[in-house]
């Protein structure tokens, strides 16, 4: 499940007057003589986020390992909102959702970071369990909801509980999860009668949690990343992940073999591929394509430059150390020392009398 994926409304008042993690008044230290963590955020930096508070991304973002108490939090309405005040530096860093376990990618988050202008980078990323609930104000119960709001992306996860306990129940498309308790909790007369949400929501706004567990899939898990303006990225650790944009020169037959291959020979495994389309005419696709591994290690490097050959245009978005710590499997000839080894070999041949080369 994902929080709202749509949205470019800004929240009410100061967009940077968000709290501190731990719920304290918001403020604004300065960051440069204050330790930093492994993500280059400093104590008092601002971390967007997808809001209001409530939401799956407030949870995945307090459980960063680099997002703490001594960070600022700042809620913000909408992916594009959260991203874009990274790009401005009105923030720090954000945190947005970029792929569900059921639903597949954030496609929202996917376009955003794949534009070309200003562009960002991810340096952390979570997965985090995702359980819904059922919220109401208080006193009303199962025979009194004939509306219910979510997004769409949550009510679908929860279609076979609605079926069976609200058949006759219309349910309506909100900006997000939290949002939908908010609205619910704040407006008068409320605009429907029951929110698909968090059940962390219901302490936020004040309402009662009516049933627990509705989604269809106990096991549904949505990954969510911490993104940056463009700089050094974190230390490879052995288990790593890369984030690239690839667009192709022209659409032809074994346009996407080439890009694979690029990859296959050098031992690089994809973690996940998406063709997205590129807006600028009919069947013009891009692709967003995690592989294993950190462009320090010589295998990735190398395949990022036989795709700079072959692609139109290549978009770096981050290395990062993988959420579950998984070390991939590096097949014999594919290690740093085999490339090393190979390029002296080759440079031996072009100069035998280098004495390095002996």
């Given amino acids: ?17 968000g709290s501190a993690l731990n719920g304290s008044p918001g403020n604004d230290l300065p960051g440069k003589d204050l330790p930093v963590n492994g993500a280059g955020l400093a104590a008092g930096d601002k971390v967007a986020y997808l809001g209001p508070r409530g939401t799956f991304t407030e949870a995945a973002m307090v459980a960063m390992p680099s997002v703490g108490t001594e960070q600022v939090a700042v809620p913000m309405s909408s992916v594009d909102a959260v991203l874009d005040a990274v790009r401005t530096g009105d923030v720090a860093a954000g945190v947005v959702p970029i792929e569900n376990s059921l639903e597949g990618p954030v496609t929202t988050t996917l376009d955003a970071l794949a534009r070309a202008e200003a562009p960002l980078t991810i340096v ?20 009194d909801i004939k509306q219910v709001a979510s997004i769409p992306i949550a009510a679908a996860q929860c279609r076979q509980w609605l079926t069976s306990n609200l058949p006759n129940a219309h349910v309506m498309a909100a900006l997000s999860t939290a949002s939908a308790a908010q609205r619910l909790a704040q407006e008068n007369p409320p605009p429907y009668d029951a929110a698909i949400s968090p059940a962390i929501a219901a302490t ?34 052995g288990a790593d992940k890369t984030t690239l944009v690839l667009f192709m020169r022209a659409d032809h037959s074994g346009a996407l073999l080439e890009i694979l291959t690029e990859f296959a020979v050098r031992g690089v495994n994809l973690t996940r591929i998406e063709s997205r389309p590129t807006r600028r005419q009919l069947g013009d696709y891009y692709f ?26 290549v978009r770096y978005l981050g290395s990062y150390p993988r959420h579950d710590g ?15 080894d190979a390029d002296a070999w080759l440079a031996a041949i072009r100069d035998p009398t280098d004495p390095r080369h002996a």
């Fill in 1 to 17: 499940m994902t929080d709202n994926v749509s949205s470019t409304e800004e929240p009410s008042g100061s967009a940077l007057s």
């Fill in 124 to 143: 952390e990323e979570w997965a985090l369990p995702v359980h819904f609930a059922l919220l109401v104000r208080p006193g009303v119960g199962l025979a």
């Fill in 204 to 237: 936020h706004y004040g309402l009662d949690v009516l049933a627990e567990d509705i989604g269809d899939n106990p096991d549904a898990r949505t990954r969510f990343v911490l993104v940056r303006r463009p700089g050094t990225p974190p230390k490879r650790t």
């Fill in 288 to 313: 967003s394509i995690d592989c294993e591994g950190h462009i320090d290690d010589a295998r990735v490097g190398q395949a990022l430059t036989g795709l700079r050959r072959v692609c139109a245009e």
């Fill in 326 to 340: 998984k070390s991939p499997i590096v097949t014999p000839g594919t290690t740093d020392t085999a490339f090393t």
